[in-house]
């Protein structure tokens, strides 16, 4: 059994539904009352949590980092780093007002820190734990210096092989840290369904046994995280923005908005609720069912004391509170003890 990863208040752990994580990413387009708006609209949505990006263009990449994107109605831009230079300002004081409303409001709030520089930022705010993204699953420094903050990681392992994620979750080990959760992630942006590849989560629970693992979907819609859900996925990470139609950043274009996280709650909590026990048997619910929608043999006619029955005085009908159609045979060629009417059910006592 996976380990027990605790975020806050919440944990992620075998037997709950998937922690669910509203990712905004950097989709507050640098504006403190959007950032704000979108912790209240996570929260409302039901989301467990609310992850932003935090990230300077000059320490993430060179000036002509070639773009890896092809999001349909988004902004094109010539290199990376002029779309992040174009978002990575929101002032630092309102991450301090994003928290406070996070703990008011009952989400978790953490980031990805691509630097070391916002991890410690990061840590000082006092985020329950951090997200790695990717990419930076072989920067080995910025694992190295994340992990030994001694919070959970959620670590993402698109573009990565099995060996790359091993590499990883053991520099993370070596530093004593071992609050760690694996999501299976396609980084392509928008990630065709076909190249969701699902299954793979199940590889990696079968290569990291204790760990949880879970999925960060860049497809459109949820179909994808309610799948994995039914695959066993314990948290799900999911593009989050307050409207599509807004500019700048290209995740708000395949994101969900707050009407469809709200339903991506709802529906991998009714996917996991659907996954019930695994022993084939009736369950409750269904003992009505067991007793009413079966059949029982039935007189066909009236039938007096002392008839010897045979097939053609019988027939099987519901409900089923009498004898059971699987002992017809044994039925036949009994005598009736008492007078029985048409369609009276049968039961063991009125026969000889």
Not at 123 to 151: M, W
């Amino acid at each position: 059994m996976a380990r027990i990863v605790n975020i806050g208040n919440r944990m992620i752990a075998e037997g709950r539904s998937p922690f669910i994580i509203a990712e905004a990413g950097v989709n507050h387009n640098q504006q403190p009352e959007i950032a704000l708006d979108l912790v209240r609209a996570a929260a409302d949505a039901g989301a467990d949590a609310i992850k932003f990006q935090n990230y300077s263009a000059d320490r993430l990449a060179v000036k002509d980092s070639p773009v890896y994107w092809d999001v349909p109605g988004a902004e094109k831009v010539e290199s990376q780093y002029e779309l992040f230079s174009k978002l990575d300002g929101l002032p630092l004081s309102t991450y301090w007002e994003m928290m406070k409303l996070a703990q008011e409001l009952d989400i978790e709030m953490f980031s990805t820190p691509f630097s070391e520089v916002d991890a410690d930022f990061l840590d000082e705010l006092g985020v329950p734990a951090f997200k790695i993204a990717s990419p930076d699953i072989t920067h080995h420094p910025l694992l190295r210096h994340v992990s030994k903050k001694g919070k959970p990681i959620i670590l993402s392992t698109g573009i990565s092989t099995l060996g790359e994620v091993e590499d990883a979750v053991r520099i993370i080990e070596a530093e004593g840290n071992t609050q760690i959760a694996l999501l299976h992630c396609t980084s392509t942006y928008p990630t065709p369904y076909s190249d969701s590849n699902l299954r793979m989560m199940t590889t990696m629970q079968t290569a990291f046994p204790d760990y949880p693992i879970g999925l960060s979907d860049h497809t459109y819609g949820i179909p994808a995280p309610i799948a994995a859900t039914a695959l066993g996925c314990q948290v799900i990470e999911k593009h989050f923005t307050l409207d599509k139609g807004m500019s700048d950043s290209p995740d708000h274009k395949f994101g969900v908005d707050p009407s469809e996280l709200k339903q991506l709650v709802e529906g991998t909590q009714a996917a996991w609720q659907s996954l019930g026990q695994s022993v084939k048997k009736p369950v409750e619910s269904e003992l009505p069912a067991l007793k009413y929608m079966r059949r029982s043999v039935v007189s066909l006619g009236d039938l007096p004391a002392g008839t010897r029955l045979s097939e053609d005085m019988l027939v099987c009908k519901r409900p089923g509170t009498g004898i059971s159609p699987k002992y017809l045979e044994q039925v036949i060629g009994r005598r009736t003890k008492i007078d029985l009417l048409a369609d009276d059910i049968l039961t063991w006592e009125v026969l000889d």
